[in-house]
């Protein structure tokens, strides 16, 4: 069931920048000619009257796909896990309701704050904390990409959260906030390991995760599911790291850090002889390949936010703060 874990919506190439921008480092040539040096400097990913401005184009642009069903119309402001999950709900809508949503209500996000990490070269990234008037009393968390000067803001992760929960970040006196490298050693796992490690948590368990609703009371559920009368459930759990997919962290104030990543997950239902699959909703079967004979495989891409304790005295548990999942695939046997 593995599959290429490469970004599903391949970046454009990165141009040559020769303009000037404000809040950047700027080398003079030779000739006076005035050169962008993002590669290499430490800069602010974004100013935040910029960062408002991408939110609000996501939304202007996530309110028109919802509508229509049509993913073109947010294409170039999804990339990563939320494209490959908000692509295949709009494939879904599409088939079942070709003349758009019939329930759509615009998505608001108000009351914005943005964090903004100073880092040297690309990609540029930074996170969108919002109140949203879907999801309940959760904020909404959207991080946002771009991997060059000429390019657009695009959301790569959406996850919920409770009020309350989210940490403190470290912070500069100018008020921006610290990346921290997928490969940095001081938390208790890796921000790049943290994506295998999840997928390996849940296929065997362990004491890397505290327990939760996206880690204890899932493999909980996954067993009581696993067997039963006339049909098993099989998972799989995989790793998303490359590209769009990879982790991205931030110091929190303690000295840990708040990591973004994604999974993939497999699900296989298959029925004993003489039963059958149990029949799936009309938006699985919009995106389910083959004739379910006896056997469905379902496949989910994830996303998840987690609070990576500092590497020292304590138990060194990560804890999973959110987590969102669409289904993105099916095959019916």
């Known amino acids: 069931m593995s599959r290429d874990h490469g970004p599903r919506r391949p970046r454009r190439l990165e141009k040559c920048a020769l303009i000037s921008a404000s809040a950047t480092a700027l080398s003079l040539t030779a000739s006076g000619c005035v050169v962008v040096h993002g590669e290499r400097e430490v800069l602010p990913a974004v100013t935040r009257a910029e960062a408002a401005k991408a939110l609000e184009q996501f939304t202007t642009a996530y309110n028109k796909a919802d509508k229509a069903y049509d993913a073109s119309l947010d294409a170039d402001r999804t990339t990563g896990a939320l494209a490959a999950i908000d692509s295949a709900r709009l494939k879904a809508g599409r088939a079942n309701h070709p003349d758009g949503?019939?329930?759509?209500?615009?998505?608001?996000?108000?009351?914005?704050?943005?964090?903004?990490?100073?880092?040297?070269?690309?990609?540029?990234?930074?996170?969108?904390?919002?109140?949203?008037?879907?999801?309940?009393?959760?904020?909404?968390?959207?991080?946002?990409t771009r991997d060059g000067l000429d390019e657009v803001w695009e959301a790569a992760y959406l996850t919920l959260v409770a009020p309350g929960k989210m940490p403190e970040f470290?912070?500069?006196?100018?008020?921006?906030?610290?990346?921290?490298?997928?490969?940095?050693?001081?938390?208790?796992?890796?921000?790049?390991d943290l994506s295998k490690g999840y997928a390996t948590y849940l296929a065997d368990g362990g004491k890397t995760f505290?327990?939760?609703v996206h880690t204890s009371s899932w493999r909980e559920l996954r067993g009581k599911r696993s067997s039963r009368p006339g049909l098993v459930t099989q998972y799989i759990d995989e790793p998303l790291t490359n590209g769009d997919y990879a982790p991205l962290?931030?110091?929190?104030?303690?000295?840990?850090?708040?990591?973004?990543?994604?999974?993939?997950?497999?699900?296989?239902?298959?029925?004993?002889?003489?039963?059958?699959v149990p029949t799936p909703n009309k938006d699985v079967l919009a995106l389910t390949e083959g004739e379910i004979k006896q056997s469905l495989t379902m496949e989910f891409v994830s996303n998840e936010v987690a609070l990576d304790p500092a590497d020292g005295p304590g138990d060194g548990q990560v804890s999973l703060l959110g987590r969102v999942q669409g289904m993105t695939s099916a095959k019916g046997e």
């Open 101 to 144: 949503n019939p329930s759509h209500t615009p998505l608001e996000l108000t009351d914005a704050t943005f964090t903004i990490p100073k880092k040297a070269g690309w990609p540029r990234w930074f996170v969108a904390d919002a109140k949203a008037n879907k999801g309940g009393n959760a904020r909404w968390l959207l991080v946002f």
């Open 170 to 192: 470290k912070t500069d006196r100018d008020g921006w906030a610290e990346a921290v490298p997928a490969n940095s050693t001081d938390v208790s796992v890796a921000p790049a």
């Open 210 to 212: 505290a327990d939760g």
């Open 249 to 276: 962290a931030l110091r929190t104030k303690d000295g840990g850090a708040l990591v973004f990543f994604s999974t993939r997950h497999f699900e296989k239902q298959t029925a004993a002889q003489g039963a059958s």
